[in-house]
């Protein structure tokens, strides 16, 4: 890595942000000092420079918010919806500090990738001390918690940001290469399947979107399918763990996977609550007081944005929260011509964000969405500033 380190009063800031918001358990004391203690940074950053405020990302952050504690006022369980509330406020606050306190230039940028990319192993590390694994090799067996899940995931957002880092870069910087390794490494331990799902997408959009040549992006294509199939017979044959078996097993109409069988049920829970009140939805929480102390489900959400937003805000909130998505992604389209490598990979992490709907549940107190959002949108801005970067094949 670099031979000199420098950290900025801005860099340590990110640090204790990042590791309080996405290493801490959320509601721990810990993560609940970093609430005020962000909350109060804000406050003053908004006082002492209210004009770095207004943008589109914190624009529609607090129209996403004001809309959430509306819901409260036509909420069907409203003491839930309260709580629930009170939850994304606190987490649009403290999401505000990445436009205000985090990120003012390049340097504060290029930090907060190496953080990014550094994050899952030192959640490995953190994980394998403070918590008692059974098997450092295999996270799931006999885990107490689905933090392998975290670990997993962050591994694959570390990939992609390796390869934007990369990118940014003059001359290839081989020591961050080790990472691709190491992330490889903590997604087959996790025996995350969205990590896997996640790789395969990089990989996949990578190898199409940079090729403008239509022979070569049809025998891209060709080999994207032959090597799916041979992940599919790998997978199939058990040597991803028996959880990536169970799952293929269970698309193949073999309902021996809890987690696919548990997901289904919710499913028509989700609907039925959306059907109930379509266009505002039950108000924000109403699937997770729903699942919980209705039907008393072990998981007590679906792990579907599209699901969890329609029940909750209904067709409104989910053209408001997809709303900035949808921005981000007209302004990729439209500026096409201007991409360079980094573009391209920033618009495949937007694609992974609209996918990752399906998968997790991202909307309600997720601390990544709104900084992998915002990265995305600081990326669209180099669009309009810089004609002369143009995407080479």
């Given at each position: ?169 003059e001359k290839r910087n081989i020591y961050y290469d080790v990472f691709f ?40 294509i060709l080999l994207v399918f032959v090597l799916l199939f041979i992940a ?162």
């Amino acid at each position: 890595m670099d031979s000199k380190i420098k950290i900025s009063i801005t860099n340590f800031i990110t640090v204790i942000y990042l590791f309080c918001f996405l290493i801490i358990s959320n509601g721990t004391y810990i993560s609940t000092a970093a609430k005020i203690f962000f909350s109060i940074l804000v406050f003053f950053s908004m006082i002492i420079n209210y004009k770095k405020v207004f943008n589109a990302f914190s624009l529609w952050l607090v129209i996403y918010t004001l809309f959430v504690l509306s819901s409260v006022s036509w909420a069907l369980y409203g003491e839930f919806a309260r709580q629930s509330a009170s939850t994304v406020v606190y987490t649009t606050i403290c999401s505000l500090a990445i436009p205000l306190l985090l990120i003012n230039n390049k340097k504060d940028l290029e930090f907060f990738y190496k953080i990014i990319i550094v994050l899952p192993l030192i959640y490995y590390i953190y994980y394998l001390i403070f918590y008692d694994v059974p098997n450092i090799f295999d996270l799931r067996q006999d885990a107490s918690n689905q933090i392998y899940n975290n670990i997993g995931l962050y591994a694959a957002y570390s990939f992609l940001f390796v390869m934007i880092y990369q990118a940014e870069r003059e001359k290839r910087n081989i020591y961050y290469d080790v990472f691709f390794v190491i992330d490889l490494f903590l997604i087959i331990i996790s025996q995350s399947r969205k990590s896997f799902i996640y790789i395969g997408i990089i990989v996949i959009l990578s190898m199409i979107l940079e090729s403008k040549n239509v022979l070569k992006t049809l025998l891209r294509i060709l080999l994207v399918f032959v090597l799916l199939f041979i992940a599919y017979q790998v997978v199939k044959n058990g040597l991803f763990g028996d959880s990536m078996k169970e799952l293929l097993l269970s698309f193949e109409g073999d309902a021996s996977d809890s987690s696919y069988v548990g997901r289904m049920n919710q499913f028509d829970i989700s609907i039925g609550l959306f059907n109930q009140n379509r266009f505002l939805g039950l108000g924000i929480g109403a699937i997770e007081y729903v699942c919980r102390f209705v039907h008393g489900q072990s998981a007590p959400i679906v792990d579907n944005d599209y699901l969890d937003i329609l029940s909750d805000l209904g067709i409104i909130g989910m053209v408001i929260y997809y709303g900035f998505h949808i921005y981000l992604l007209i302004q990729y389209i439209y500026n096409k011509k201007k991409w360079n490598k980094k573009n391209l990979l920033f618009f495949v992490l937007l694609i992974m964000l609209f996918i990752q709907g399906f998968l997790i549940r991202g909307y309600f107190n997720n601390y990544y969405i709104p900084i992998l959002l915002y990265l995305i949108y600081y990326d669209t801005k180099t669009l309009k500033q810089d004609d002369s970067t143009i995407l080479e094949t």
